[in-house]
Nanobody, 124 residues
Framework: QVHLVESGGGSVQAGGSLRLSCAAS????????MSWFRQGSEKEREVVAI????????YYADSVKGRFTIAQDSGENTAYLQMNSLKPEDTAMYYC?????????????????WGPGTQVTVSS
């Protein structure tokens, strides 16, 4: 059983920073990616960052590139999303997700494991 739980969300002023955490359990497989998605009000869920575990490869959406960083603490089975220079348009529910198989990582519908989400609100 794979379980993901996000934390670290909250309210912050524009220009501020937050670090989201994703605590994972039940990870017994290899060749997977841990990723962050977000969904704003009345909008579709979109990818924010993808980490190809074991490949030292990462992907960032253009809207967050240079501001957000995805990383993993293997010892604690935790993925992080460091968010700097936050903007009001970053306001959304942020989700951690896992896809098994590197070929599935770029396809939102191929992610089978999702956390419940953590809310991020950026005010101007």
């Amino acid at each position: 059983q794979v379980h993901l739980v996000e934390s670290g969300g909250g309210s912050v002023q524009a220009g501020g920073s937050l670090r989201l955490s994703c605590a994972a359990s039940g990870l017994t497989f290899r060749g997977y990616c841990m990723s962050w998605f977000r969904q704003g009000s009345e909008k579709e869920r979109e990818v924010v960052a993808i980490m190809y575990v074991g490949l030292s490869s990462k992907y960032y959406a253009d809207s967050v590139k240079g501001r957000f960083t995805i990383a993993q603490d293997s010892g604690e089975n935790t993925a992080y999303l460091q968010m700097n220079s936050l903007k009001p348009e970053d306001t959304a529910m942020y989700y951690c997700a896992i896809a098994q198989g590197y070929g599935s990582c770029a396809l939102k519908d191929q992610y089978n494991y999702w956390g419940p989400g953590t809310q991020v609100t950026v005010s101007s």
